[in-house]
């Protein structure tokens, strides 16, 4: 039988208080938690007497809901990441930030924390807490993000030593920022780039790395305020309007009119558009059609042999100038193609190689043959594709053995030069 006089043990953990005298706040209950402690404090008499109290929604089982049209995302964002003070809560909302916290506390999201003044709630609140389930995925997917960034900058890092030595532009675009929307069309860029993928605009560039081509229309200024070389973007199909390097006695043909541009020196930047039809006329007697890389070579050849039709090709040559380039090559009797003896050039000697009718004669030139200076040797991603196009059978095939043979690029314009007058003397005899 139990002694009345017998104390009770008080128990080893406090309870949460229900305050339902608080009442002036439609939809959200009052009730103080817990201490961490575990016990609240006591008056003379032993009972507890709370100081802090919460504000949460009436059902605190109903899962948290966000009010729609409440909050932008990045303000949602904030809110539920972590517990906050009132006073940065007040500062990022302004007036409008008891009637948010109220709101948000009705639909679930958030507990508003008050001091006690004995049975009533201090003005203003003194913290506001997110749920913890919003908490909890919100910290979910920031640690994905961060995740996220990390894989892409690592990525970034393994693309920029791959193609640094054709796009050296292109690899300190990837070394220079963080931002990951930003680094991901920076890396999907450098990797048509690496494997040597030509889209046919803008839009289709888009369209192929996000699904629709609305997703951003501007990505060409945005690669070029990275620092991506303008050759970059012509290689990957984004000029808008790209350009065609002509000399010699070359006659250009369009709606309009035609200009003769043998009375000028070259090469000459034309700028293509879509909405005009261009014609390339070339003498009736031309041995040969040169089609070169290296501009500063395309121009000593157009001042020591005025006489030579000369393309420059800026690059590696989109549609439009390739179908120029073409056009051209029908009226001589043989097609030179000169570029750097890189990973770089032998894919601009093949995109244009493969693109002559057949029965073409031509000859792809090797600068390598020439005398040259040794460079730095060809990382691994250059070795394996040029490994790849070593494989053909044809003078690309040739062309690019010969690269791996030395083993390091050749784009140096006094080698293109000797090189040049070599070619020219042999097939023009």
């Given at each position: 039988?139990?002694?009345?006089?017998?104390?009770?043990?008080?128990?080893?953990?406090?309870?949460?208080?229900?305050?339902?005298?608080?009442?002036?706040?439609?939809?959200?209950?009052?009730?103080?938690?817990?201490?961490?402690?575990?016990?609240?404090?006591?008056?003379?008499?032993?009972?507890?007497?709370?100081?802090?109290?919460?504000?949460?929604?009436?059902?605190?089982?109903?899962?948290?809901?966000?009010?729609?049209?409440?909050?932008?995302?990045?303000?949602?964002?904030?809110?539920?990441?972590?517990?906050?003070?009132?006073?940065?809560?007040?500062?990022?909302?302004?007036?409008?930030a008891?009637?948010?916290?109220?709101?948000?506390?009705?639909?679930?999201?958030?507990?508003?924390?008050?001091?006690?003044?004995?049975?009533?709630?201090?003005?203003?609140?003194?913290?506001?807490?997110?749920?913890?389930?919003?908490?909890?995925?919100?910290?979910?997917?920031?640690?994905?993000?961060?995740?996220?960034?990390t894989?892409?900058?690592?990525q970034?890092?393994?693309l920029?030593?791959?193609?640094?030595?054709?796009?050296p532009?292109?690899?300190?675009a990837?070394?220079?920022?963080?931002?990951?929307?930003?680094?991901?069309?920076?890396?999907?860029?450098?990797?048509?780039?690496?494997?040597?993928?030509?889209?046919d605009?803008?839009?289709?560039?888009?369209?192929?790395?996000?699904?629709?081509?609305?997703?951003?229309?501007?990505?060409h200024?945005?690669?070029?305020?990275?620092?991506?070389?303008?050759?970059?973007?012509?290689?990957?199909?984004?000029?808008?309007s790209?350009?065609?390097?002509l000399?010699?006695?070359?006659?250009?043909?369009?709606?309009?009119?035609?200009?003769?541009?043998?009375?000028?020196?070259?090469?000459?930047?034309?700028?293509?558009?879509?909405?005009?039809?261009?014609?390339?006329?070339?003498?009736?007697?031309?041995?040969?059609l040169?089609?070169?890389?290296?501009?500063?070579?395309?121009?000593?050849?157009?001042?020591i042999?005025?006489?030579?039709?000369v393309?420059?090709?800026?690059?590696?040559?989109?549609?439009?100038?390739?179908a120029?380039?073409?056009?051209?090559?029908?009226?001589?009797?043989?097609?030179?193609?000169?570029?750097?003896?890189?990973?770089?050039?032998?894919?601009?000697?093949?995109?244009?190689?493969?693109?002559?009718?057949?029965?073409?004669?031509?000859?792809?030139?090797?600068?390598?043959?020439?005398?040259?200076?040794a460079?730095?040797?060809?990382?691994?991603?250059s070795?394996?594709?040029?490994?790849?196009?070593?494989?053909r059978?044809?003078?690309?095939?040739?062309?690019?053995?010969?690269?791996?043979?030395?083993?390091?690029?050749?784009?140096?314009?006094?080698t293109?030069?000797?090189?040049?007058?070599?070619?020219?003397?042999?097939?023009?005899?």
């Open positions: 039988m139990t002694n009345p006089n017998e104390d009770i043990p008080e128990p080893e953990q406090d309870t949460e208080i229900a305050l339902t005298w608080i009442r002036d706040h439609p939809g959200l209950t009052a009730y103080a938690p817990v201490p961490a402690s575990g016990r609240f404090p006591r008056d003379s008499r032993n009972r507890p007497r709370p100081r802090n109290a919460r504000l949460r929604r009436a059902d605190p089982d109903l899962p948290p809901t966000r009010p729609p049209g409440l909050l932008s995302d990045g303000d949602w964002a904030w809110i539920i990441r972590t517990e906050h003070t009132w006073s940065s809560f007040a500062a990022r909302f302004g007036d409008q008891y009637p948010i916290a109220v709101a948000l506390a009705q639909a679930g999201c958030i507990t508003i924390g008050h001091n006690l003044n004995g049975s009533s709630l201090v003005q203003p609140p003194r913290r506001v807490y997110p749920h913890p389930d919003l908490a909890a995925g919100e910290n979910e997917r920031r640690n994905r993000r961060r995740d996220n960034r894989a892409l900058q690592n970034a890092v393994e920029a030593s791959m193609i640094v030595d054709d796009w532009g292109v690899a300190q990837l070394h220079g920022t963080d931002n990951p929307e930003r680094l991901g069309w920076a890396i999907n860029a450098a990797l048509d780039l690496a494997d040597g993928r030509i889209h605009s803008v839009r289709a560039f888009v369209q192929h790395h996000a699904g629709h081509t609305k997703a951003r229309d501007d990505v200024h945005l690669l070029a305020d990275m620092g991506f070389e303008p050759e970059a973007l012509s290689a990957l199909g984004l000029a808008r790209p350009y065609i390097g000399g010699g006695p070359i006659q250009l043909h369009s709606a309009g009119g035609f200009l003769d541009l043998s009375v000028l020196p070259g090469p000459h930047d034309i700028r293509l558009s879509p909405h005009h039809q261009l014609r390339l006329k070339l003498p009736d007697n031309a041995e040969s040169l089609v070169i890389e290296n501009r500063q070579a395309a121009e000593t050849i157009c001042d042999r005025p006489s030579q039709p393309v420059w090709c800026h690059g590696q040559p989109p549609d439009a100038v390739l120029l380039i073409v056009q051209a090559a029908h009226q001589a009797t043989v097609t030179i193609i000169c570029t750097d003896a890189d990973l770089g050039g032998v894919r601009i000697a093949a995109r244009i190689h493969d693109e002559l009718p057949a029965g073409t004669a031509v000859h792809v030139v090797d600068v390598g043959a020439a005398e040259h200076d460079g730095r040797l060809f990382n691994t991603h070795r394996v594709r040029l490994q790849q196009l070593a494989a059978t044809d003078q690309i095939g040739t062309f690019a053995q010969h690269c791996l043979d030395r083993g390091y690029p050749i784009e140096q314009e006094a293109a030069r000797a090189a040049l007058r070599e070619a020219l003397s042999s097939v023009n005899r």
